[in-house]
């Protein structure tokens, strides 16, 4: 199955472009295909501008579109998901995710703002019309450590949390994966009108 990581902070190198990084190795290493996103990455004038027929932003809006689940991770800033997160998100169309399952990830510099991506993200995430909002992954600068040689080692509670949200999202696109075949079977057996 398709999966996006799709990456909101706006700097480089980013603690949640790691983690969605850990993530989509975690899912590729199960046999799905990952396709990187990083917002920053995609015409700032375009995203500020609202600049829909971009070209890239064009692209970006299509790779979501194909995707089966997006793997959305952002910084919190000032209590809330990241401005870029937001900019992206504004250019989706209103029907952006359906069908889709979403696992949302977000990192801060401390626990104080935890609960930023569920009453922050996870209500635009819904009005996007997604067939699932897995539960949300929090985890601080802190307890996300990276060192150059090593990559990213998370805290065990989050390393935790982790791999239970892998899990949970392998085991939900593989029911979905199956959904659709039992569809394209159905649908292959539809009598044709005459
Ligand atoms: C402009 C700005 C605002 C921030 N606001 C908050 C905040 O309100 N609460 C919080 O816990 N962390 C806040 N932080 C810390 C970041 O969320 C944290 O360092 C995060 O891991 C950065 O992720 P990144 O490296 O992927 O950008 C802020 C950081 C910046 C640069």
């Given at each position: 199955m398709h999966v996006v990581?799709?990456?909101g902070s706006p700097s480089a190198p980013s603690t949640t472009?790691?983690?969605?990084?850990?993530?989509?190795?975690?899912?590729?290493?199960l046999g799905h295909r990952t396709v990187a996103l990083q917002v920053r990455e995609l015409p700032a004038q375009a995203l500020l501008r609202?600049?829909?027929n971009d070209p890239a932003i064009v692209e970006a809006a299509a790779l979501v579109a194909a995707a089966d689940a997006v793997v959305v991770?952002?910084?919190?800033?000032?209590?809330?998901?990241?401005?870029?997160?937001?900019?992206?998100?504004?250019?989706?169309?209103?029907?952006?995710?359906?069908?889709?399952?979403?696992?949302p990830l977000?990192?801060?510099?401390?626990?104080?703002?935890?609960l930023a991506l569920d009453y922050g993200?996870?209500?635009v995430l819904a009005s996007l019309g997604p067939r699932h909002i897995l539960p949300s992954i929090y985890a601080t600068s802190e307890q996300l450590p990276w060192d150059p040689e090593q990559g990213l080692a998370p805290h065990p509670a989050i390393a935790a949390r982790l791999d239970a949200g892998v899990a949970q999202l392998a085991h939900e696109l593989q029911q979905l994966q199956q959904l659709r075949l039992l569809q394209a079977v159905n649908g292959a057996r539809a009598p044709v009108a005459a």
């Amino acid at each position: 199955m398709h999966v996006v990581l799709l990456g909101g902070s706006p700097s480089a190198p980013s603690t949640t472009w790691r983690l969605l990084q850990l993530v989509g190795e975690r899912l590729a290493a199960l046999g799905h295909r990952t396709v990187a996103l990083q917002v920053r990455e995609l015409p700032a004038q375009a995203l500020l501008r609202a600049e829909f027929n971009d070209p890239a932003i064009v692209e970006a809006a299509a790779l979501v579109a194909a995707a089966d689940a997006v793997v959305v991770g952002t910084p919190v800033y000032k209590a809330s998901y990241s401005g870029a997160l937001k900019t992206f998100l504004d250019l989706l169309p209103q029907d952006g995710l359906a069908g889709k399952l979403v696992l949302p990830l977000a990192t801060g510099g401390s626990q104080s703002h935890f609960l930023a991506l569920d009453y922050g993200l996870r209500p635009v995430l819904a009005s996007l019309g997604p067939r699932h909002i897995l539960p949300s992954i929090y985890a601080t600068s802190e307890q996300l450590p990276w060192d150059p040689e090593q990559g990213l080692a998370p805290h065990p509670a989050i390393a935790a949390r982790l791999d239970a949200g892998v899990a949970q999202l392998a085991h939900e696109l593989q029911q979905l994966q199956q959904l659709r075949l039992l569809q394209a079977v159905n649908g292959a057996r539809a009598p044709v009108a005459a």
